[in-house]
């Protein structure tokens, strides 16, 4: 009787986390954020594991040393298409807890640009899920790029590796596991 | 007779020397007739640029073919290849 009880409850704690949708923030700024607060924050959702990418403007970018990467965005698309991308991560795993914010404006190299987070109650979910939001935030969310270097400026364009990294994602539908 | 309100992002924003314009209308038309539209109020210069397959077109912040009927009162906006994260 004890097992079965026991048993009952542990469903019922299943069905409750299959239906609870996952905690999602979203944030497109200029100001700086604090990792440690993000990454205490999802710890603090989630139970299991805690998953994180952090986004830093590079100080050379094709043989040419950075001076200023200068982002832009469309206000309410950019922030939609960042839900869309989380809510189609939380479809094929296990997402507890997601947040992504990106920064806008004028950075400069060593300056943090984008955080991804994600609180599983597994790793493996955590890590896929993760990797999944980076690899679309590149290529599927209305965001540019603007790089000033000593010599030029030039507005960035998509790479090929990133758009095929996506497109690996998109032929694995069938079978994320 | 309402407007529809157009935007263009990034590159493309530098390249037409405008963000934002808008354009009367009074019935639907295709995005295709739309940028037809554009370049009369604008500048005729502008067509090959906003007909490149490379630039996206969002219709009220949705992604849209350029087949999509835009209505009065719609938001347009013309966007350049995205490079996020």
């Known amino acids: 009787m004890k097992f079965s009880r026991a048993m009952k409850s ?25 990792i440690g607060l993000e990454t205490a924050a999802l710890a603090i959702a989630g139970t299991g594991g805690v998953n994180s990418f952090l986004g830093v403007v590079r100080h050379q970018n094709d043989n ?16 939609a298409q960042i839900q869309t991308i989380i809510e189609e991560a939380e479809s094929r795993w296990d ?13 400069y190299p060593g300056d943090q640009i984008v955080f991804v987070g994600v609180a599983s109650t597994h790793r493996g979910d955590a890590f896929n899920a993760c990797e999944f939001i980076i690899d679309f935030l590149k290529t599927r969310a209305t965001f540019w790029k603007k790089e000033f270097t000593p010599d030029s400026d030039r507005w960035l364009t998509t790479r090929q590796t990133d758009l095929d990294t996506a497109s690996a994602w998109q032929a694995s539908e069938a079978d994320p596991h | 007779m309402s407007d529809v309100t157009v935007q263009f992002f990034a590159s493309l924003r530098e390249d037409l020397g405008k963000d934002r314009m808008t354009i009367p209308l009074d019935h639907s038309l295709s995005v295709s007739d739309l940028v037809i539209k554009i370049c009369a109020a604008g500048d005729t210069a502008w067509q090959s640029a906003l007909d490149s397959p490379d630039i996206l077109v969002a219709v009220n912040q949705t992604l849209v073919e350029r087949a999509h009927e835009v209505q009065p009162g719609d938001e347009v906006a013309f966007l350049p290849p995205v490079t996020g994260g």
């Open chain 1, 64 to 79: 040419a040393d950075v001076r200023c990467l200068r982002l832009e965005h469309y206000p309410g698309m950019t922030e």
């Open chain 1, 10 to 34: 542990l469903s019922f704690r299943r069905l409750q986390g299959a239906e609870m949708a996952a905690q999602i923030r979203i944030s497109v700024q200029p100001e700086d954020f604090d």
């Open chain 1, 95 to 107: 997402v507890l807890a997601a947040t992504v914010i990106h920064r806008i404006g004028d950075l």
